[in-house]
């Protein structure tokens, strides 16, 4: 059973906007940080935002604060990231995350990864 899933990805053109979900089956999971992080290939793993359990706070990449916004709702055991006024360097696959920490870099995730959902964005 997959723990963490993602949808919403597909092709689109630049300065579109997309929404990515991922839903996730652990209940523990409502008492932990979800992340989105980003990866192209040949490229380390990158940062995009995080969410917290206990009153929604978010923390971004300041790169990406302005066009991307995370949110959750415990409810529905759902994240989300919207995505606005997409440019082709936003190209990636991104993958949700969840750890009892509060991390930036990829290696400190400690909990679960999704699969990943791809964006291509093209000029």
């Known amino acids: 059973q997959e723990q963490l899933v993602e949808s919403g990805g597909g092709s689109v053109h630049a300065g579109d906007s997309l929404r990515l979900s991922c839903a996730f089956s652990?209940?523990?999971?409502?008492?932990?940080?979800i992340y989105w992080f980003r990866q192209t290939p040949g490229k380390e793993r990158e940062f995009v935002s995080a969410?917290?359990?206990?009153?929604?706070?978010?923390y971004s990449s300041e790169a990406l604060r302005d066009r991307f916004t995370i949110s959750r709702d415990n409810s529905k055991s759902m994240a989300w990231l919207q995505m606005n006024s997409l440019k082709p360097e936003d190209t990636a696959v991104y993958y949700c995350?969840?750890?009892?920490?509060?991390?930036?870099?990829?290696?400190?995730?400690?909990?679960?990864w999704g699969r990943g959902t791809q964006v291509t964005v093209s000029s």
């Open positions: 995350a969840v750890s009892r920490t509060l991390v930036t870099v990829p290696s400190q995730i400690l909990g679960f």
């Open positions: 652990d209940p523990s999971f409502k008492s932990y940080y």
């Open positions: 969410i917290n359990w206990y009153d929604n706070g978010t």
